[in-house]
């Protein structure tokens, strides 16, 4: 009955062929429903994402917002009432991007448009924001020297005190 009607009525079964069309693609624009699975969209986030979570420890989450990778860190190597907290907090910083940078894949992680660190502390926290490409580097430096002017040249940082 309803396929004879199509038969009849051409212009019906293109109309709904083509609306069928124009809701999924609005719905994968827009994130509906079934029509639309994050873990089936392909970035190099989520690849080096999936290589890291195997190696982080349980205080650290680790997540992909687009192409930007995402670490949050509880930070909790460094006692509550530490007297430089902040130069504790900065290598902290430094270690866990190293961390990052040699338990993923050197070739997906430069890939990752931005890397965005957040490390909280009960007496700080640390934004710090850079580019994967300048993780990868961390790799291949082994001077402490080196390695601070590198952070300081490519990391953005920003810190509140609590």
């Known amino acids: 009955m309803f396929w004879n009607s199509l038969m009849k009525n051409p212009f019906l079964a293109i109309g709904i062929i083509l609306?069928?069309?124009?809701?999924?693609?609005?719905?994968?624009k827009?994130?509906?429903?079934?029509f639309y699975n994050e873990k089936?969209?392909?970035?190099?986030?989520?690849g080096a994402v999936i290589k890291i979570v195997k190696k982080i420890p349980n205080n650290w989450k680790v997540f992909c917002e687009g192409n930007n990778m995402?670490?949050?860190i509880l930070e909790l190597a460094i006692p509550d009432q530490a007297t430089n907290?902040?130069?504790?907090?900065?290598?902290?910083?430094?270690?866990?991007?190293?961390?990052?940078?040699?338990?993923?894949?050197?070739?997906?992680?430069?890939?990752?448009?931005l890397v965005r660190f957040r490390i909280t502390h009960p007496g700080m926290v640390i934004n710090a924001?850079?580019?994967?490409?300048?993780?990868?580097?961390?790799?291949?430096?082994e001077n402490s020297e080196h390695i601070m002017t590198h952070l300081k040249a490519t990391v953005q940082v920003k810190e509140e005190m609590k």
């Open 40 to 46: 089936f969209a392909t970035t190099s986030c989520t």
């Open 30 to 34: 827009e994130k509906w429903g079934f």
């Open 129 to 141: 924001v850079t580019e994967g490409k300048y993780i990868v580097k961390l790799v291949t430096l």
């Open 19 to 28: 609306f069928g069309l124009f809701i999924t693609q609005v719905a994968r």
């Open 70 to 72: 995402a670490v949050e």
């Open 85 to 113: 907290l902040r130069a504790l907090m900065y290598r902290q910083l430094a270690n866990h991007m190293s961390f990052i940078a040699r338990a993923s894949v050197p070739d997906i992680l430069e890939k990752v448009f």
